[in-house]
Every structure is written in structure tokens, then in C-alpha cells.
């Protein structure tokens, strides 16, 4: 009678540690390793397109968020170290120290993307930025692909 207690205890246990709720926490699902797919950079000046630069990454590129909100990069060469946060399941903001990368000090620098896809498998994300200089405006969007 003791063993079967136990064990109808342990399979109860085990049953209830096993949930089917499917977890889409942001914060956790892009905690890992990504790989740049493509990424592509346009700038429009006083709202004409003056440039539009696709990403060239080597083909071990990738970018690493870790669950502390620390982070790397490494699209072409030197690795990029950033803070990360997610805010509202859709907002990730990227923090860059000063830092050197290919030999240049680099100021420390801030990026905001909205998150338009996050699965296991994909991430999509979209910035768009404006600065206005005078009566001029530059706008610049960022529309990125990291596969797992």
C-alpha cells in the first residue's frame, strides 16, 4: 500500500511539473543564439529615398542575448557587446557601451526595434528613426532577419 501511495505521489507530482501552457514571453523566447539572415538599411532624406545599404555579414554572424539582458554581437568581425530589455512583448531596446570594434572607439549608443515576429524559429524586428537638423529631416529604417 506504501509503494502505490508513493507512487500515485510521484506520477502526480510528475503530471503537474508537465504543462501544456506554451510560453510566448518575449523576454524568454529571444534568450539564445541568432544568426543575421539579411538586414537592410534605408535612408530618405526630407522623405526621398537617398540610400538604401543591404547587410553584408560573414556567415557565422549572429547576435547572443542572454537571459541576464547582456548581449553580443558579431556580424562581420569584432564582437559587439549591448544591455537589452522588452518591453510590452514588442519593444527591444538595445544599449551599446563605448566600446571599441575594429580598432575605433565607438560612443555608446542606443537602438530601439519593434518586434514584428518571435518565435522559435524567427526573428523579425523593424526600427525607424527621424532626425530633424534645421528644416531638413533625415529618416532612417532598419529591417532585420535572424533565423535560430
Same mark, same amino acid.
Given at each position: 500500500?506504501?509503494?502505490?501511495?508513493?507512487?500515485?505521489?510521484?506520477?502526480?507530482?510528475?503530471?503537474?511539473?508537465?504543462?501544456?501552457?506554451?510560453?510566448?514571453?518575449?523576454?524568454?523566447?529571444?534568450? @539564445?543564439?541568432?544568426?543575421?539572415?539579411?538586414?537592410?538599411?534605408?535612408?530618405?532624406?526630407?522623405?526621398?529615398?537617398?540610400?538604401?545599404?543591404?547587410?553584408?555579414?560573414?556567415?557565422?554572424?549572429?547576435?547572443?542575448?542572454?537571459?541576464?539582458?547582456? @548581449?553580443?554581437?558579431?556580424?562581420?568581425?569584432?564582437?559587439?557587446?549591448?544591455?537589452?530589455?522588452?518591453?510590452?512583448?514588442?519593444?527591444?531596446?538595445?544599449?551599446?557601451?563605448?566600446?571599441?570594434?575594429?580598432?575605433?572607439?565607438?560612443?555608446?549608443?542606443?537602438?530601439?526595434?519593434?518586434?514584428?515576429?518571435?518565435?522559435?524559429?524567427?526573428?523579425?524586428?523593424?526600427?525607424?528613426?527621424?532626425?530633424?537638423?534645421? @528644416?531638413?529631416?533625415?529618416?532612417?529604417?532598419?529591417?532585420?532577419?535572424?533565423?535560430?
Amino acid at each position: 500500500m506504501n509503494k502505490l501511495f508513493i507512487a500515485i505521489i510521484a506520477a502526480v507530482v510528475l503530471f503537474a511539473g508537465c504543462s501544456k501552457k506554451n510560453n510566448t514571453n518575449p523576454s524568454s523566447l529571444i534568450v @539564445g543564439k541568432w544568426h543575421f539572415v539579411s538586414d537592410t538599411i534605408n535612408v530618405y532624406d526630407n522623405g526621398t529615398l537617398s540610400s538604401s545599404t543591404p547587410g553584408v555579414f560573414k556567415s557565422t554572424g549572429y547576435a547572443q542575448f542572454n537571459a541576464d539582458g547582456t @548581449g553580443s554581437e558579431s556580424p562581420v568581425s569584432d564582437t559587439v557587446k549591448f544591455n537589452y530589455t522588452v518591453a510590452d512583448s514588442k519593444l527591444l531596446t538595445l544599449n551599446y557601451p563605448t566600446q571599441k570594434i575594429d580598432g575605433v572607439q565607438v560612443d555608446a549608443e542606443t537602438q530601439q526595434f519593434t518586434i514584428k515576429v518571435l518565435d522559435s524559429h524567427n526573428l523579425y524586428l523593424f526600427s525607424d528613426a527621424t532626425v530633424l537638423d534645421g @528644416g531638413n529631416s533625415e529618416r532612417t529604417t532598419e529591417a532585420s532577419h535572424l533565423t535560430r
